[in-house]
Nanobody, 126 residues
Framework: QVQLVESGGGLVQAGGSLSLSCTAS????????ISWFRQAPGKEREFVAF????????YYGDSVKGRFTISRDNAKNTVYLQMSGLEAEDTAVYYC???????????????????WGQGTQVTVSS
């Protein structure tokens, strides 16, 4: 059983930057891929970014490519999401999610992930 805790959310002006963290406990962190998703009010949960077991494979949703960077530190059981060039449309609750057994088609599918954090609010003011 893996427990995930997000942190780092807050209020930022458009054009600014923010860094989120997702720290895991329980299980073997390096045996899980991690993704970030976000959900704005009235919208479906949206895939944001993915990082593979060792951190080598990274993928991004189209709306954040070139602005967000995902990384992981397995020694610290932590995944990071560095966000820059933030826009009002980035306002959402951001969740990290973990999955053990993995195929590429699972990556953007929120329903495929086994473990979720409680989420952290990011609000971008325009």
């Amino acid at each position: 059983q893996v427990q995930l805790v997000e942190s780092g959310g807050g209020l930022v002006q458009a054009g600014g930057s923010l860094s989120l963290s997702c720290t895991a406990s329980g299980g073997t962190f390096g045996d899980h891929v991690i993704s970030w998703f976000r959900q704005a009010p009235g919208k479906e949960r949206e895939f944001v970014a993915f990082v593979g077991f060792s951190g080598a494979g990274r993928y991004y949703g189209d709306s954040v490519k070139g602005r967000f960077t995902i990384s992981r530190d397995n020694a610290k059981n932590t995944v990071y999401l560095q966000m820059s060039g933030l826009e009002a449309e980035d306002t959402a609750v951001y969740y990290c999610a973990a999955k053990g057994q993995f195929t590429m088609r699972d990556m953007p599918d929120a329903g495929a992930y086994e473990y979720w954090g409680q989420g952290t609010q990011v609000t971008v003011s325009s």
